[in-house]
């Protein structure tokens, strides 16, 4: 992010036992609660906004909202059977209508006619239990839309946590293996203390200790417990947002022992049996404390390229977002010059408040440009459905992404027809539909065995009447 964007929020989950979670620190600043603005009277709040992230931004109020607008008429949102009680916040530790203006379309940035794929997406909900239940909630507010993309962040306060020690894995990592379909995206500290502003001379003698190997085990335990958990596909995204001033993990302070220290990660975790991990490179958008490219590792240990692109500074437009220094142009040319999948971990409103031209294009920039993922921040001020102060962003977001499906069932295969006049193999499966019984044979006609399987599918029996000859005479 850029130098405005300041994270104070600090995490802490301690050590688990007997199945209670401990202290918390909760970030300072405040947390907008309730549904997206833009709601029919059915349209119930939840009781409560998601729990900001680790690393994700935690800004100061945001302005008044303007007047909520009537959404589309789709799924309600679902009303929560009670309210849930707060509990310590562990880790982390279609043209809009309803007053919406949409401007003339730029062919840079918006998706070309007659694009008829959507890549994968999802929303950050909360980091937990609560954030998998949420997926649902959103899908149904959305019409139905497939969230494809599950996204949630490990504590970043002590290597226990690091390593995967939070129960919530697990609520994610069944939510991942219920559709094959489905991506889990987990954002991984690469060093403790992540979030505890340590000097940058210390961040230097941190990472000459990972670049000589001394953090290597971590990483092995982390891959291990996602290969037991059965989720050895997880997308990690190591260090995000290492070109900026926030993370421990940053690496200004010394990129030739970042990228060692980051090739020695992928090398540790790719050594655990039976993992097939995707790492995610993922800089904030622009020029940060660093040029993001300075920080790149190496093709041979990155798989996808990701951006954090968030609306922000105030006053700049979509357009300049795409065209600045290190911006969303120079993102998908560098990923296609090292021949990479591109990514949007995290996006949304921020300094320019309800904004529903950045809504709209930065969505049009994602269908045109089909990232392997993408997964807006939603909450306030970034969000649309857990934030009340984006009616007009919420309605734009609600229209362009309802009704997204992706085939669910695959297609019955044709049956191939035989090359050779040799009886086809009976199948040990019987077919669902039950076969059309034949007609009964003619007692002039010998049937052919042409086997059950060719049979059923014409439908019965052939024969080969007594009396051909004579009939061609």
């Not at 949420?134 to 390593?163: A, C, F």
């Not at 919530?168 to 500290?189: I, M, S, T, Y």
């Not at 807006?376 to 309802?402: A, E, F, K």
Request: charged residues 20%; aromatic residues 10%; hydrophobic residues 30%.
């Amino acid at each position: 992010m850029s130098p405005q964007r300041r994270r104070t929020m600090s995490r802490r989950i301690p050590s688990m036992t007997a199945g209670v979670l401990a202290s918390a620190v909760i970030a300072s600043g405040s947390v907008c609660t309730g549904t997206a603005a833009a709601a029919s009277p059915d349209d119930t709040p939840l009781a409560e906004s998601a729990s900001p992230a680790p690393g994700v931004a935690q800004p100061p109020a945001a302005p008044a909202a303007p007047t909520p607008v009537p959404p589309p008429a789709l799924t309600p949102r679902p009303t929560p059977t009670s309210k849930p009680k707060p509990t310590p916040t562990l880790i982390p530790t279609s043209t809009p209508t309803g007053g919406v203006t949409s401007p003339q379309t730029d062919p840079q940035t918006d998706p070309q006619p007659g694009n008829s794929t959507f890549p994968a997406f999802g929303a950050y909900l909360d980091y937990g239990p609560r954030g998998v239940q949420r997926m649902g909630q959103l899908s149904k507010w959305l019409g139905g839309s497939e969230l494809r993309v599950g996204h949630t962040y490990l504590p970043g306060d002590r290597w226990s946590n690091i390593e995967g020690a939070p129960g919530f894995l697990e609520d994610w990592a069944q939510w991942r293996r219920e559709r094959a379909d489905r991506l889990f995206v987990l954002n991984v500290p690469m060093l403790e203390r992540n979030e505890e502003r340590v000097s940058d001379t210390e961040v230097g003698s941190l990472l000459a200790q990972g670049a000589a190997g001394d953090f290597d085990e971590h990483f092995r335990r982390l891959a291990r417990r996602l290969v037991d958990l059965k989720v050895p596909d997880t997308v990690l995204v190591p260090g995000w947002e290492m070109n900026g001033q926030t993370y421990t993990h940053r690496c200004g302070p010394d990129p030739v022992a970042w990228k060692t220290y980051w090739k020695r990660i992928v090398t540790a975790m790719r050594s655990v049996p039976g993992q097939k991990f995707r790492f995610d490179f993922t800089p904030s958008r622009g020029l940060d404390a660093v040029p993001w490219t300075t920080c790149y590792p190496g093709d041979d240990v990155v798989d996808v390229i990701g951006m954090d692109s968030y609306d922000q500074p105030e006053g700049k437009s979509f357009s300049e977002q795409v065209s600045e220094p290190y911006g969303l142009q120079k993102h998908v040319d560098f990923a296609k010059a090292h021949h990479k999948a591109i990514s949007y971990p995290e996006w949304g409103l921020f300094r320019n408040g309800d904004n529903p031209d950045y809504m709209r294009r930065m969505i049009g920039w994602i269908d045109r440009y089909k990232p392997l993922y993408n997964t807006i921040t939603d909450y306030c001020p970034h969000g649309v459905w857990q934030c009340d102060v984006n009616p007009q962003s919420s309605l734009v977001y609600r229209s362009m992404l309802s009704g997204r499906l992706q085939p669910s069932v695959p297609s019955v295969p044709s049956v191939p027809k035989p090359t050779q006049p040799t009886q086809p193999t009976t199948p040990t499966t019987p077919p669902v539909t039950p076969p059309v019984t034949p007609p009964a044979t003619p007692p002039d006609c010998a049937p052919l065995n042409l086997g059950d399987w060719v049979e059923y599918w014409l439908g019965g029996k052939l024969c080969l009447r007594f009396d051909w000859w004579s009939r061609r005479s």
